[in-house]
């Protein structure tokens, strides 16, 4: 059974940082595009990031970028997100997926747009001011 569960979420002051986790199981996540979202209440769900499958490529929304860090465990079974310097604008539902896909900018658009692929629960993340 294909199984992705995100965990690490929490609530951090401003200025903070939290490392989220996104345990994959039913698949080796190097075979597939793994993509970081987030949804903040009554907005779009936002696609922030990505690791190909191929080349281990990634890609920053620039909402995240310089801040963010996305990578794939030694054992290939998890794919990290380390959140940096964080914002209360940061407050969001966090969400990775995955599907046979490029890892890029309008890949991503379309992706949180289409929810196509396979999905975690989400874990909430909380900034304060």
């Known amino acids: 059974e294909v199984q992705l569960v995100e965990s690490g979420g929490g609530l951090v002051q401003a200025g903070g940082s939290l490392r989220l986790s996104c345990a994959v199981s039913?698949?080796?996540?190097?075979?597939?595009?793994i993509g970081w979202f987030r949804q903040a209440p009554g907005r779009e769900r936002e696609g922030i990031s990505c690791?190909?499958?191929?080349?281990?490529?990634?890609y920053y929304a620039d909402s995240v970028k310089g801040r963010f860090t996305v990578s794939r465990g030694n054992d290939k079974s998890t794919v990290y997100l380390q959140m940096n310097s964080l914002k209360p604008e940061d407050t969001a539902v966090y969400y990775c997926?995955?599907?046979?896909?490029?890892?890029?900018?309008?890949?991503?658009?379309?992706?949180?747009?289409?929810?196509?692929?396979?999905w975690g629960q989400g874990t909430q993340v909380t900034v304060s001011s």
């Open positions: 039913g698949f080796t996540s190097e075979d597939y595009t």
């Open positions: 997926a995955r599907e046979r896909t490029a890892c890029g900018e309008q890949i991503l658009v379309l992706w949180a747009l289409s929810r196509l692929g396979d």
């Open positions: 690791i190909g499958s191929s080349d281990g490529s990634t």
